[in-house]
């Protein structure tokens, strides 16, 4: 396909269920359609609707799917859709994640039910989407396959076991893709820290977020927590020719939290 029709899946491309706030799939979404990404918003959430009206807002073109990634039926279902709208496929970005009160347990307290649950959709939600995209993106001429992982993946937060197990297998996934599609298709994953999103502000009044985000910030090398949007530049990058020799990587976005020595003398 030629760069006048770039085809991009995001899922988890909802904004915000807070009155459409920050997520890290809606700023890709509308990041991807600035650089003249054609869009499919895929979501369980309604508020994949409001990431298409700030796309069409903006001049872009996009289109809201309501599905779940965890339903082999439903995801051919959309890629079919995405075939018939837009003629291909050019850019898949796996997005979703689950969270839940009950997976903030570690391996010997959390639930058999809550365990699989939650592989279910961090990694055989992203195993479906690449199983069944990559034949449209091989047929469009080749592109790009983005994971969202996290620094979870390669530190362990206490009782977070799940978590950081199913994102340490969202990398394994790329670099396995990496070898057994290139050239025609590159894959990289992005590992953020700590990212500003609506979802996580749990009812905070604006005072006790601004003070929840400088508590944070302190374990963060640039005294400051991550946006949306410096995530949804690195997937740019990923997704252009500008990172044309660039597969199987995990690329970390946390400023530096990963390499820093918090002691104190």
Known sequence: MGSDKKVAIVTGGAMGYKA????????VSIRLAKDGHKIVVV???????????????????????????????EVQKLLQETKKLYG?????????????????KNVAEISEEEWNETLE??????????KYSIPLILESGGGTIISISSIES??????????????????????????????KIRSNSVIPGFVKIANSENNRTPEQLEAWYKDVAKQYPM?????????????SFLASD?????????????GG????DTHEF
């Open 43 to 73: 979501d369980l959430g309604e508020m994949g609707q409001r990431t298409v009206e700030i796309i069409k807002e903006n001049g872009g073109e996009a289109v809201f799917i309501k599905a779940d990634v965890t339903k082999t039926d």
């Open 121 to 130: 959709v961090n990694l055989n939600g992203y195993f479906k989407m690449c």
């Open 257 to 260: 939290k990963t390499i820093a």
């Open 154 to 183: 390669f530190i362990s937060l206490p009782n977070f076991s799940v978590y950081s197990v199913s994102k340490a297998a969202i990398d394994a996934l790329t670099r396995t893709m990496a070898v057994d599609f290139a050239p």
């Open 223 to 235: 005294r400051r927590v991550c946006e949306v949007e410096e995530i949804a530049n690195v997937v």
């Open 20 to 27: 459409g706030g920050n997520s890290i799939g809606g700023a």
């Open 88 to 104: 291909g496929l050019t850019c898949l970005v796996n997005c979703v994640a689950r969270y839940s009160p009950g997976m903030a």
């Open 242 to 254: 500008q990172s044309s020799y660039i597969n199987g990587q995990s690329i970390v976005v946390d």
